[in-house]
């Protein structure tokens, strides 16, 4: 997650390069949708060394992860949250929520583990 100050195509392009430039080198791909302010994808995928893909417009269901995730920010800014009020804090704050979440489709492990390679504590049996 970045906080733009808009959503022109520079906007979002310089948020999104600010936010991933640090992990570069686990960047490998990216997808994007068909709005006007992924203008610059190229530039962001040559920034990042990433191979970029678009959906196709109006098959939501080829961005699983992505829309999934938006769901998720769903909870936390429901539709009509005025975004443009959001503070940097609040922006960190749910993605911290977001990256500490257990996911099923990462072995109930969290984001957070799986990127530092942590792995949570069990449950011993006898």
């Given at each position: ?12 392009t ?13 960047v490998?791909t ?7 302010e ?6 962001i995928s ?5 191979q970029?893909y678009?959906?196709?417009?109006y098959h939501?269901?080829e ?8 769901g ?7 539709k009509?949250?005025?975004?443009r ?16 979440r ?5 072995g ?8 530092s390679?942590i792995?949570p504590p ?5």
């Amino acid at each position: 997650m970045a906080k733009a100050p808009d959503k022109s195509a520079q906007a979002v392009t310089d948020a999104l390069l600010v936010a991933l430039r640090p992990h570069a080198d686990l960047v490998h791909t990216l997808t994007y949708d068909n709005g006007k302010e992924f203008a610059y994808h190229q530039t962001i995928s040559k920034e990042l060394n990433a191979q970029g893909y678009f959906a196709h417009p109006y098959h939501s269901w080829e961005r699983g992860l992505n829309e999934n995730t938006n769901g998720l920010i769903r909870q936390y800014l429901p539709k009509g949250a005025e975004f443009r009020t959001l503070t940097i804090e609040q922006v960190r704050s749910i993605m911290k929520q977001l990256n500490n979440r257990p996911r099923k489709c990462l072995g109930f492990k969290t984001p957070n583990q799986l990127f530092s390679g942590i792995n949570p504590p069990v449950a011993l049996t006898s």
